[in-house]
């Protein structure tokens, strides 16, 4: 049987360095983003001097290097030789709850005082007073903020603990790809989180290629991945989303294409077929991590689409659009069978826009007709893959 395992030694003849293309690897040289790792550096200098300084909200759309660029300016702050500054990065949505956040922090400074689990006002007494013991300053770094469940709580107690702290203090760094989250903090806690925001736009093609190209140089073997093919995907991925991850994920599903066939080459046909499969991959992960109701509304349409309800057809495409109305009862039934309250239509319709916005679902106004204006609507990915992924990640939820 030893032939079974031939495939794992042979050497593979498009890639050289499989890590260097994996999501978590954070590559030397982030392009195009100076000006932003300089601004983050900046709103962090007070703090490396033991001053206060101020808050920072960091926003984008996914994929336009807002945790690369957030981790790698912590990684230079870490090799200074001295620093007031203790940073804790937190991915929130992993730790999504102020308890968890919390905890998390104790456990980067105090392991041993975090596992005998004490609760959440003690941990935060103990917080206050270390930071007190030689006046630090805390820099909590939430990525993803938009996952913690209990924001308000979270941001009025941290905010909070600079009036009970007489030495040192606490600044936040929230990072976030949903903008419109904004909407559902109160107003005290969205002041502190808006100090100061720092927005990353999405890369155009041109930057996408030179990103890709860079990745090409380290992951692939030389000159196997003919510039054309960098091009495509570059420009493939700027249509969509000005989306780095995208273009990367393009390209490296395009070389397992070619490494799968046995060819020496990535071309621009590996390159048209891999993009089909990243972007549903993407999709499909976005889709999964939405709030609660947002999953739930796209688990609705996915059913209706599945499952047939009334359609309207646009003449221009011949394309099956779900009425908004309908979609709106199915995602109530949906959630009273799940034994969850569903949201009033007024919030319906915002988390539409935001799925709209995200480009998960595509809408059109229809005109006035029989049933006056309404929304029309589909899915932008395949109904029944969606409708399995959500699936797969419910039933996840209710064994956790
Ligand atoms: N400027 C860049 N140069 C090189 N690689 C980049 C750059 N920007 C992003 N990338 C790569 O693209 C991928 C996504 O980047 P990152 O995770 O930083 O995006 P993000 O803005 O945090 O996205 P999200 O909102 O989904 O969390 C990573 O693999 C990263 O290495
Ligand atoms: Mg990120």
């Not at 940073?87 to 005082?113: A, E, G, M």
């Not at 689990?117 to 206050?128: A, H, L, N, Q």
């Not at 020496?264 to 077929?273: C, G």
């Amino acid at each position: 049987m030893a032939e079974l395992f031939d495939d794992i030694f042979k050497e593979s003849k498009i890639f050289l360095k499989r890590e260097v293309l994996s999501p978590h690897y954070i590559p030397h040289n982030l392009l195009f983003r100076d000006k932003q790792m300089q601004e983050i550096a900046k709103y962090m200098t007070p703090s490396l001097k033991g001053e206060r300084g101020h808050n920072l909200f960091v926003y984008g759309k996914a994929g336009t290097g807002k945790t690369s660029c957030i981790k790698s300016v912590i990684d230079k702050i870490k090799s200074l030789p001295i620093s007031k500054a203790k940073i804790s990065y937190i991915n929130c949505r992993v730790y999504n709850s102020r308890y968890r956040i919390l905890h998390k922090i104790v456990s980067d400074y105090l392991p041993l005082y975090a596992k005998r689990g004490y609760g959440i006002v003690d941990i935060y007494e103990r917080v206050i007073s270390w930071i007190e013991e030689d006046g630090k300053i805390l820099v909590v770094v939430l990525d993803e903020i938009d996952a913690v469940k209990d924001l308000d709580d979270l941001v009025y107690t941290l905010t909070r603990a600079n009036s009970d702290i007489k030495a040192g203090g606490i600044a936040i760094v929230g990072i976030s790809n949903k903008v419109s989250f904004k909407e559902v903090l109160d107003p005290r806690s969205l002041s502190t989180l808006d100090e100061n925001e720092l927005a990353f736009s999405p890369y155009n093609s041109n930057e996408l290629s030179q990103i890709i190209k860079e990745r090409v140089a380290e992951g692939f073997r030389k000159e196997v991945v003919d510039p054309a093919a960098i091009n495509l995907a570059a420009a493939l991925a700027a249509k969509d989303s000005g989306d780095a991850r995208l273009a990367l994920k393009i390209i490296t599903k395009a070389g397992e294409l070619s490494d799968e066939r046995g060819l020496t080459a990535v071309t621009v046909n590996e390159v048209t077929e891999a993009a089909k499969f990243a972007e549903e991959e993407i999709a499909y992960e976005v889709i999964n991590t939405l709030p609660e109701h947002q999953r739930l509304i796209v688990y609705a349409i996915a059913l209706l689409s599945v499952q047939g309800s009334r359609y309207k057809r646009l003449s221009e495409s011949g394309e099956m659009y779900l009425f908004s109305g309908d979609i709106y009862e199915k995602y109530v039934s949906v959630s009273n069978s799940l034994q969850k309250e569903a949201k009033s239509s007024r919030w319906y319709r915002k988390f539409i826009s935001d799925l709209d916005m995200q480009g998960i679902i595509i809408s059109y106004e229809s005109g006035k007709g029989i049933r006056g204006h309404t929304k029309l609507i589909k899915l932008a990915y395949p109904p029944e893959k969606i409708r399995e992924s959500i699936e797969k990640t419910l039933a996840k939820e209710a064994t956790a």
